[in-house]
C-alpha cells in the first residue's frame, strides 16, 4: 500500500493502528480543506521514493475519536508510526523533503 488518494470516513479504530507491524503514515485531514489539498502533491512525491509504507489517509472533524486520540487540531497531520508507536509527526508539511525526512525515519 502506498499514497492513499482519498481521505477514508471509515477508520480503524487506534487499538489496530497500535498493533500494525511496520512503517505506517496516518494522515488526518478532509478533502475540502485547502491545507490538505495543498499538501498532497508534496505528500504523492514523497511516497513515491517509500512506497512500501503503509498509508491510512483518514477523514477527520467533529464527532470523530481518532484524531482526538492522537491529539490531532490541524489538518493535514502526518503522524509517522513504525511497529505501532509514535516515531515523528508534521502538522502542515510545507515540502516533500520534509515529507521524505521523516519517511527514512520509520522505512
Known amino acids: 500500500m502506498a499514497f492513499a488518494k482519498n481521505y477514508s470516513p471509515d477508520s480503524p479504530t487506534r487499538e489496530e493502528l497500535d498493533q500494525l507491524s511496520g512503517p505506517l503514515v496516518v494522515e488526518f485531514g478532509t478533502g475540502w480543506c485547502g491545507y490538505c489539498r495543498a499538501a498532497q502533491p508534496l505528500i504523492a512525491e514523497a511516497f513515491e521514493r517509500h512506497q512500501a509504507v ?34 515523528s509527526r508534521l502538522v502542515r508539511p510545507g515540502s516533500s523533503e520534509e515529507i521524505a525526512r521523516a519517511l527514512a525515519q520509520i522505512h
Open 54 to 87: 503503509q498509508h491510512h489517509k483518514i477523514e477527520d472533524g467533529k464527532g470523530r475519536r481518532l484524531g482526538r486520540t492522537f491529539g490531532v487540531k490541524l489538518w493535514p497531520t502526518l503522524v509517522f508510526m513504525r511497529d505501532g508507536e509514535e516515531v
